[in-house]
């Protein structure tokens, strides 16, 4: 008797396992949330000064080496790379989205425009400093000009938006 009694508990334990029909098991949920990217302007972009004989652009890149292409001639004057301090959590991955073109425009009315935006932040991101949880992102961008009747003198400006985003 003994012995049947420990054949069919064991059975019994065996089978009970594949004889139910559902099964319960809890999953562990967690989140982080982190503090806010914060971006300050520093610099501002400056193509500088420069002199139209016919239509061409001004390319101005990130490290802040500006070149003149087509019938244009630059002058010696201050220009520079758009420049911001992002802080975030220090170690995470921040990307960058830079507009595709915007306008810049004379008290006149009249407009040029600036595209081929592009920073010093690679395509997949860059971490920031895990020490001080800032970076410097620099700027810089295509200012396309025409001829002197669509572009007479005069002084230019306008705003374009970029995105910073934790990846």
Do not use: W
């Not at 400056?46 to 004989?53: A, H, N, P, Q, Y």
């Not at 895990?130 to 396309?144: D, I, N, Q, Y």
Request: proline share 4%; with cysteine; net charge neutral.
């Amino acid at each position: 008797m003994k012995i049947f009694r420990i054949v069919f508990f064991v059975l019994f334990g065996c089978f009970s396992s594949f004889l139910s029909a559902q099964s319960v098991v809890y999953g562990r949920i967690n989140t982080e949330v982190l503090a806010p990217l914060m971006v300050t302007e520093t610099e501002q972009i400056g193509f500088g000064k420069f002199v139209l004989i016919a239509d061409g652009s001004i390319v101005l890149s990130p490290d802040g080496e500006r070149t003149a292409v087509g019938s244009i001639q630059l002058i010696e004057s201050s220009y520079g790379t758009g420049k911001f301090i992002v802080s975030g959590v220090p170690g995470n991955l921040i990307t960058v989205t830079m507009p595709q073109k915007v306008n810049v425009y004379s008290n006149s009315g009249y407009s040029m425009i600036v595209d081929d935006f592009r920073s010093n932040i690679p395509v997949g991101g860059k971490m920031v400093n895990s020490t001080s949880g800032k970076m410097e992102v620099s700027v810089g961008a295509t200012l396309r000009v025409g001829n002197c009747l669509i572009n007479p003198i005069g002084f230019y400006s306008g705003l374009y938006e970029i995105v910073f985003m934790y990846n």
